[in-house]
């Protein structure tokens, strides 16, 4: 047992065959490793029990260092010896705080709770695609290398902000919707303690979208888009929107099996809100659909042809993202342009220069859906008609009592529709007769 370590002392002890320890009176010591490594410590009792505390490895922890550490340690222990209920054995605060470090290491991150909550929630969504899209493009960005639990409301204000300021107000609003669905996912499954979302309101109004294309404006882009850059199969989509009054997600899915003649049947799995819907396919419907058959390539036959609009990629069988019509559209309101080498070129302000490829003001391929339904009304048809081509829920007692399909009627209004439309696009006088719109009581 050494009298009192010295930094002289501890530089020349040599390693040995085995372990071997140098001690003062007092527990305060260095263990020389057989490989050279040499490791301050405190051996004390407490409750009969031999502790062993690791003060650090020399040199990197000086001799001044541990002995300092000793001290504050020792005298903890003799104030444990001594009664005191409020000191916590140093090796214990060593124990907790290693435990804490592991658990914190094992902790999500805000990539690994979007990957669970994509797989073990959103899965199960009709939404479940476009979460994905958006946690994605949104959240893994921004958070993904952070821990879950260190998302703090300062950080989702300052993230919606930042949406916001670039110019997309509703999608603001829509990251706070599903980033909140996420954590409350993460709560429920004891991932997270609590949710930082409490309290977070949303930056940007909710309006409800009023936009419906003007007679001027569907002529226009009747004519543009078959010249803008978007794919004759999103192209079809977009007008079949238009000219069905069918939401553009439903439009995407559209499948050969589907259609009968002249009436398109949406299954309740595919229906947003669940329920089977009937939809009277016009001839200009029935045009953009195009062929229910196709020859298979291997084998020559005439086979159905499937998904009425196929993703691009051959080797996946399915139909194109929900999402890709509205995407078509808004890069083709904001093309941009390029010079002769290919450069993106730059306003006055510096931001880039693009043009508008599709002729009119901003829009959605949702608002051609409202607008069907605009012109529809216009023309003298009742809201329950409408919201039947619509495949909009009966709401209150209708849909207790009313059961009627409503099949005539959406045939008659689709048709009605399909002419208007006609004698827009032709720039002819429209011979559609208005109907006498019935005021109900």
């Known amino acids: 047992m050494a009298d009192m370590l010295t930094d002289l002392f501890v530089k020349g002890l040599k390693p040995g065959e085995k372990e071997y320890t140098r001690r003062e009176k007092g527990g305060f010591g260095v263990r020389v490793h057989p490989g050279g490594r040499k490791t301050f410590f405190y051996l004390y009792r407490v409750d009969g029990h031999r502790r062993f505390l690791n003060l650090g490895d020399y040199p990197a922890t000086s001799l001044k260092a541990a002995r300092m550490e000793y001290e504050e340690a020792r005298a903890k222990i003799k104030a444990i010896k001594a009664g005191r209920n409020d000191i916590v054995d140093p090796l214990e605060v060593r124990k907790t705080k ?18 669970e909550y994509l797989e073990k929630h959103a899965v199960n969504k009709r939404s479940g695609k476009a979460d994905e899209r958006l946690l994605n493009v949104e959240i893994v960005p921004e958070w993904g290398h952070r821990k879950a639990e260190d998302i703090k409301k300062r950080d989702i204000i300052l993230l919606l902000e930042s949406i916001i300021e670039r110019g997309a107000p509703a999608m603001s ?47 226009t882009l009747w004519a543009t888009i078959d ?41 309740a799995g595919r ?40 993703c691009p990629h051959k080797k996946k069988n399915k139909p194109i993202e929900a999402h890709a019509l509205a995407v078509a559209v808004r890069r083709n309101l904001n093309w941009p342009l390029l010079d002769k080498g290919g450069k993106p070129l730059y306003d006055k302000e510096g931001n880039h220069a693009t043009e508008n490829r599709l002729g009119v003001d901003q ?79």
């Open 173 to 219: 609003n829509q990251v706070l919707k599903i980033t909140r669905k996420m954590f409350n996912f993460a709560v429920e499954r004891d991932i997270l303690p609590h949710s930082p979302f409490a309290g977070v309101k949303a930056l940007a109004p909710n309006k409800s979208r009023e936009r419906a294309l003007t007679e001027a404006e569907i002529k």
């Open 227 to 267: 010249n803008a850059a978007i794919s004759d199969d999103i192209r079809r989509a977009i007008k079949l929107v238009l000219v069905t009054g069918q939401r553009p997600g439903e439009i995407a899915g559209m499948h050969s099996a589907e259609i009968e003649g002249q009436w398109w049947t949406i299954p």
């Open 271 to 310: 229906a947003k809100n669940g329920m089977e819907h009937r939809v009277y396919l016009t001839a200009s419907a029935l045009e953009l659909i195009g062929p229910l058959t196709a020859i298979d390539e291997e084998t020559g036959e005439e086979v159905a042809k499937g998904n009425i609009f196929p």
């Open 363 to 441: 829009f959605t391929p949702h608002d051609l859906r409202r607008t069907a339904a605009t012109f529809m009304a216009s023309m003298g048809f009742m809201d329950e008609v409408i919201d039947a081509v619509l495949s909009h829920k009966k709401q209150g007692i209708i849909k207790t009592y009313n059961r009627h399909k409503y099949d005539r009627e959406k045939q008659q209004a689709l048709e009605s529709w399909e002419r208007k439309l006609k004698a827009i696009t032709a720039s002819k006088e429209s011979n559609v007769i208005p109907m006498k719109r019935k005021v109900r009581n």
């Open 98 to 115: 290693a435990a804490e470090r592991e658990e914190r290491r094992a902790a999500h991150t805000v990539k690994e709770l979007v990957k």
